[in-house]
Structures are given as C-alpha cells and as structure tokens.
Nanobody
C-alpha cells in the first residue's frame, strides 16, 4: 500500500496562490504517476490534475486549466500542485495519490487512483 503525505494547505485569498506538496513515504515517488484530488464538504472526491513519473505528461480538470500546474521535483521526492488565481469556493481537502499511468491523458474519467486507502489530505480554504 502506497503512503503519501500532503502538506502546504492553508488560507488563501481569492486571486492568490498556494503550493501544495505531496511526499512519498516508504517508496521512491518518481517511480509513480501522481494525481491531485479535491473533496469539498458533502461532495465526492474529484480529480484535479495528474502527472506521469517522467514529468512530461499531464492532465488538468477544466476548472483549473490555466491556473494550476503540477510540477515534479523527483530529486526532492515531491510532487506539487501550484495553485494560482484562486477562487472563493470555500474549503476543500486536497489529496494526492498514485494514479494509473495508462490513464494520465484520459478525459473521462481522469486521474484514476490506484490506491486502496487515502491519506489525511491538506485543507485549503479560499476566502475573502
């Protein structure tokens, strides 16, 4: 079972930026395709973005295209979610997870997780 730890969440103003970090625990992260997912209160978890292990193949939800990026720093064993131009949509928990590397570019569904258990996630609150 893969273990991933999310961090970097917090309060961000509309139009501001925030960078989330995903770190592997007990394995080398650069061997895996990684996705970011968000879950708003009372809603189903949904894919935001994903990236293959080489860092050259990515996918983004329509709602974040042009605003979010998912850079990798394999030397630091990290995958990030760089969020810009944040919108005031309240609080949500962001999770990272290993995803199916053969489904990186799939439109529907996108960023298919292959994990069995989700981590704690990191909370992001967009407010004004």
């Amino acid at each position: 079972q893969l273990q991933l730890v999310e961090s970097g969440g917090g309060l961000v103003q509309p139009g501001g930026s925030l960078r989330l970090s995903c770190a592997g625990s007990g394995f080398t992260l650069d061997y895996y395709a990684i996705g970011w997912f968000l879950q708003a209160p009372g809603k189903e978890r949904e894919g935001v973005s994903c990236i293959n292990n080489h860092g050259g193949n990515t996918n983004y939800a329509d709602s974040v295209k042009g605003r979010f990026t998912i850079p990798r720093d394999n030397f630091k064993n990290r995958v990030y979610l760089q969020m810009k131009s944040m919108k005031a949509k309240g609080a949500a928990i962001y999770y990272c997870a290993a995803v199916n590397p053969q489904r990186i570019t799939a439109v529907q569904p996108m960023c298919v997780p292959i994990i069995e258990d989700w981590g704690q996630g990191t909370k992001v609150t967009d407010s004004s």
